[in-house]
């Protein structure tokens, strides 16, 4: 089956530490994406990659960061710099360029929790 | 810049009844524009897309119609039921990402 895959679904963490979430598609797209959302929120986007071995910051970067080696991974990951790092993280996956509609599909999410 | 505005939740129903969730946008050009829904605990799932004024995406019952002139994608269904109910964002393309509107939660009532 195509899609896309987070883990875990659950996570925990002691202040100060820093913890990798994992992004993997077998969709073959292009583009992959990060967000954050927080309870009753809506999303924000914290780093995006258009292509392998390139990403660009979101609206929300700082205190994280990701790297692209492979088409289908993207991990994220959440720094001690990150000053409230407790949130659901949404991966999503999605075609890229000029005659894209950049149609997006998500993962299952990840929670994180500080403790 | 580019911008979506969705109505205020939660949007409280009783079963069977009309259901209409407004977004208007802002952008230049012709944007894809896009509804998608997201149940309690999960990522979202894509609701519906239009990629031309004039279009109108349809899926489960659920239907949203591009209009240029109004700027508008607004969702509606006839008849809802308790298992709609969840989250549901409005969103257009720009710059190869898309741009979100900050969603409204659905609660239906049996």
């Known amino acids: 089956d195509g899609g896309i895959t987070q883990s875990p679904k659950y996570l925990f963490r002691k202040e100060g530490q820093n913890v990798t979430l994992s992004c993997e598609q077998n969709l073959n797209h292009d583009a992959m994406y990060w967000y954050r959302q927080d309870p009753g929120q809506g999303l924000r986007l914290i780093y995006y990659s258009q292509i392998v071995n390139d990403f660009q910051k979101g609206d929300i970067a700082e205190g994280y960061s990701v790297s692209r080696e492979k088409k289908e991974s993207f991990p994220l990951t959440v720094t001690s710099a990150q000053k409230n790092p407790t949130a659901f993280y949404l991966c999503a996956s999605g075609t890229s360029g000029r005659r894209s509609y950049n149609e997006q599909f998500f993962g299952p999410g990840t929670r994180l929790t500080v403790l | 810049g580019n911008s979506v505005t969705q109505m205020e939740g939660p949007v409280t129903l009783s079963e069977e009844a009309f259901l209409t969730i407004n977004c208007t946008y802002t952008a230049t050009g012709y944007p894809s524009l896009f509804w998608y829904v997201q149940y309690p605990g999960e990522g979202l799932q894509l609701l519906l897309k239009a990629t031309k004024a004039d279009d109108k995406g349809s899926n489960k019952g659920f239907e949203a119609t591009y209009r240029k002139e109004t700027t508008s994608f607004h969702l509606e269904k006839g008849s809802v039921q308790v298992s709609d109910s969840a989250v549901y964002f409005c969103?257009?393309?720009?710059?190869?990402?898309?741009?979100w509107g900050a969603g409204t939660k659905l609660i239906i009532k049996p």
């Open positions: 969103a257009l393309n720009s710059n190869y990402q898309l741009i």
